[in-house]
Nanobody, 127 residues
Framework: QVQLVESGGGLVQAGGSLRLSCAAS????????MGWFRQAPGKEHEFVAA???????????DYSDSVKGRFTISRDNAKNMVYLQMNSLKPEDTAVYYC?????????????????WGQGTQVTVSS
């Protein structure tokens, strides 16, 4: 079955950086779009970033307004990995971050499009 395993979370000071990784198995990775979502205590599940499957036109990415310009999503199809580089971190970025797989191949913001999820990795940003 599909398995997604996140890593790279931790505690960092405001202004610092972290890189999250997500290892995928049990799926034809190159055909899936991949996304990152997060959930902070007492808050709703929130879209962070998504990257489409490769096509003849290349790959597309999408970011929430709150992380645009600070976070970068990327993928390595040879390794079945997706990454989230997070720079200029703020205390409000504190959350559990989840990796998700979307079989449509297009990058979507709606969590309903994703049919596989990881267990999450905690990111804590101190002020």
């Amino acid at each position: 079955q599909v398995q997604l395993v996140e890593s790279g979370g931790g505690l960092v000071q405001a202004g610092g950086s972290l890189r999250l990784s997500c290892a995928a198995s049990g799926l034809t990775f190159r055909t899936y779009a991949m996304g990152w979502f997060r959930q902070a205590p007492g808050k709703e599940h929130e879209f962070v970033a998504a990257i489409s499957a490769f096509s003849w036109s290349g790959v597309s990415t999408d970011y929430s307004d709150s992380v645009k310009g600070r976070f970068t999503i990327s993928r390595d199809n040879a390794k079945n990995m997706v990454y989230l580089q997070m720079n200029s971190l703020k205390p409000e970025d504190t959350a559990v971050y989840y990796c998700a797989a979307d079989p449509t191949g297009a990058s979507h913001r709606s969590s309903a499009k994703y049919d596989a999820w990881g267990q999450g990795t905690q990111v804590t940003v101190s002020s």
